[in-house]
């Protein structure tokens, strides 16, 4: 189930505010400029190559592309057995930025972001039908969790794709982990 906490940066082991309503989901990251949607699923297997999954949801691709500019898009696909699996966690786990926006649309399987605004870091809980968009020079990072299970839709305005820029900071490091969000051993 998509959830949605929030924690104050003085209190990280309490969120504040925790809802798995995905209308006050919505309300609550529109209110930070945060696009989030859920869109229908099509059943595909887990094993789908990009170019089935980007056939599948070719028309919402290309809705998004001619509404806000997209130039290209790719499918990001992890499991369980990759044996890269944790040098790709470590990878996105740093609070980072993007000169353009962060879409992701979950195919498969579920995964955390974190949007770190003033004194405040919203943790996304994605699953399956997500759509989420963090608006470009938003502080974030995304954790996938030690047994990553998902398929996701990124788009990018740049061609080069995922390029990010590291703040430095450790506030990712002073938050739960996806394991504590989902509860999940790790």
Request: aromatic share 10%; net charge negative; hydrophobic share 35%.
């Amino acid at each position: 189930m998509t959830t949605l906490s929030i924690y104050r940066e003085g209190d990280p082991a309490r969120p504040e505010t925790v809802t798995d309503d995905p209308s006050r989901i919505a309300e609550l990251l529109r209110e930070q400029g945060v696009r989030f949607e859920q869109w229908p699923t099509r059943d595909l297997p887990a094993d789908a190559s990009q170019e089935e999954v980007l056939k599948a949801y070719g028309s919402e691709v290309e809705g998004l592309k001619a509404e806000c500019g997209f130039q290209t898009a790719d499918v990001i696909s992890l499991s369980a057995d990759n044996p890269q699996k944790e040098a790709f966690r470590k990878k996105f786990l740093d609070e980072h930025t993007h000169s353009e926006d962060e879409v992701r649309f979950f195919v498969r399987g579920q995964g955390a972001f974190y949007l770190h605004f003033g004194e405040c870091v919203y943790a996304v809980l994605c699953q399956k039908n997500d759509l989420i968009s963090v608006p470009n020079g938003t502080r974030h990072w995304f954790d996938m969790g030690p047994e990553p299970e998902f398929t996701a839709i990124r788009l990018f305005t740049n061609p080069e794709g995922w390029v990010a820029d590291f703040s430095g900071e450790d506030i990712a490091s002073r938050l739960p982990r996806y394991e504590q969000l989902t509860g999940a051993a790790g």
